[in-house]
């Protein structure tokens, strides 16, 4: 079936250099976009969404691309720092019904 | 304001026993979500609620697994009889609405079940 997938399941980045994070999607109904940021023994935390109709928006320091073209969306972290390590996940939604997908998760390591 | 509260934060039993777990939703959302994730893996949606009703428990393996939302606010989520395949951190989520753009989920800390 159609589903969210990460390309990289890990990634590690010096801190203060910026991370990029990407996902894959498949399913051409999805209309709406959010990364979670996991740490370890807590529940996802909501970062940033999108919707459809943008191809990027900006948070603080965090910004989401959106290639609808190719089913690609990227999360981007500036001046990464170690408290930005933990698991990031990107979910699809169709807007109608909030029937999250997430993905497998990329862990994001920021060494000092 | 509060956020989703869950209990028990862990629970270990042996397989073919039952096990329950709690959640409380964040105040005035009319919308619950229990998710299932497995270690290495991202969540995934067991059932949705919407008030007291079931939205869609389409991935809910209702042979074994069953979930209430009786008053439309807290909710709990039961397994019985556990195999080894269940050992996994369930999550409870809330949002004010289903879609629309009250839809943000807020997610509980999670309950770990380890079935031995």
């Known amino acids: 079936g159609e589903s969210v997938g990460l390309h990289l399941p890990t990634l590690s980045v010096q801190e203060g250099d910026n991370s990029i994070i990407n996902c894959a999607y498949s399913?051409?109904?999805?209309?709406?976009f959010i990364w979670y940021k996991q740490e370890s023994g807590k529940g996802p935390q909501f970062i940033i969404d999108?919707?459809?109709?943008?191809d990027k928006r900006q948070g603080q320091r965090v910004t989401v691309l959106l290639n609808k073209t190719v089913k690609h969306l990227s999360l981007q972290i500036a001046a990464t720092q170690p408290g930005d390590s933990a698991v990031y996940f990107c979910a699809e939604n169709i807007m109608r019904n909030n029937d999250m997908r997430f993905g497998a998760g990329t862990r994001l390591t920021v060494k000092p | 304001e509060a956020g989703v509260a869950q209990s028990p934060r862990y629970k270990i039993i042996e397989k073919r026993q039952s096990v329950a777990f709690w959640c409380n939703p964040i105040s005035g959302h009319a919308t619950l979500y229990w998710y299932q994730q497995i270690l290495g893996q991202g969540p995934k949606l067991l059932i949705q609620?919407?008030?007291?009703?079931?939205?869609?428990d389409s991935q809910l393996p209702k042979d074994r697994f069953s979930a209430e939302r009786l008053k439309g606010v807290d909710s709990t989520l039961k397994i019985q009889p556990a195999k080894l395949e269940d050992s996994a951190v369930y999550l409870c989520?809330?949002?004010?609405?289903?879609?629309?753009?009250?839809?943000?989920?807020?997610f509980g800390p999670g309950t770990r079940l380890t079935v031995l």
């Open positions: 989520a809330s949002s004010r609405l289903a879609g629309g753009p009250s839809r943000e989920q807020f």
């Open positions: 609620f919407q008030n007291n009703g079931v939205v869609d």
């Open positions: 999108i919707r459809s109709n943008m």
């Open positions: 399913n051409s109904a999805s209309d709406y």
